[in-house]
């Protein structure tokens, strides 16, 4: 079960993607941002246009999270942030702080950059918070939003219970763990 757009009001998180280049890591985005609770996804470029018209060679949004969670095309990512939301870059550059030590804004705006590029100077200039993922090498595009969410999610106050498995297990997970 994907989570709905509006599951968290109070904590809102948006992504900004800039001029993402393939369809599988925009899916990969799509269905991060339901597992996560994001509620919009902005981007600009041509580049995930001319590959949408390409079409798909696999399907990763399975879950069909695009159907639910707003994806909008914009000429201006910082033209986009939501009022009150904190800009926080996420890219491999030096003087960012690392994933680990970053505390995350109550209502923030992601930006990633595309998959064979980096974030502008300009809104890198602008943000508030510049963050990388401590890795050997750089992640895709899909794979660095998941990571930079989960971390969002793991240090936030969100309840973890069985009920919060259950609501996200799909149909086809029925196990548990047996008492000892």
């Not at 041509?46 to 990763?60: I, M, T």
């Not at 159907?67 to 095309?73: D, G, M, R, T, Y």
Request: hydrophobic letters at 35%; one cysteine or more; charged letters at 20%.
């Amino acid at each position: 079960m994907v989570s709905q757009a509006n599951d968290n009001p109070t904590n809102p998180a948006y992504i900004g993607l800039v001029n993402p280049k393939t369809l599988s890591n925009v899916d990969g985005v799509m269905r991060a941002s339901g597992c996560y609770r994001v509620e919009g996804v902005f981007y600009t470029g041509n580049r995930y246009e001319y590959a949408k018209r390409a079409g798909r060679q696999f399907e990763v949004d399975t879950q069909n999270v695009a159907a639910v969670i707003p994806q909008v095309k914009t000429e201006d990512l910082l033209a986009s942030v939501p009022k009150g939301a904190k800009v926080v870059c996420v890219d491999l550059v030096v003087g960012a702080t690392p994933l680990p030590e970053f505390t995350h804004p109550e209502h923030a705006f992601y930006v990633f950059g595309p998959e064979d590029g980096t974030i502008p100077q300009h809104i890198i200039d602008a943000s508030d918070s510049v963050v990388y993922v401590p890795t050997v090498g750089c992640m895709n595009l899909a794979a660095s939003v998941n990571v930079l969410l989960y971390d969002r999610l793991a240090k936030s106050s969100m309840q973890t219970s069985d009920e919060l498995i259950k609501q996200s297990r799909d149909n086809n997970n029925r196990t548990s763990v047996k008492s000892r």
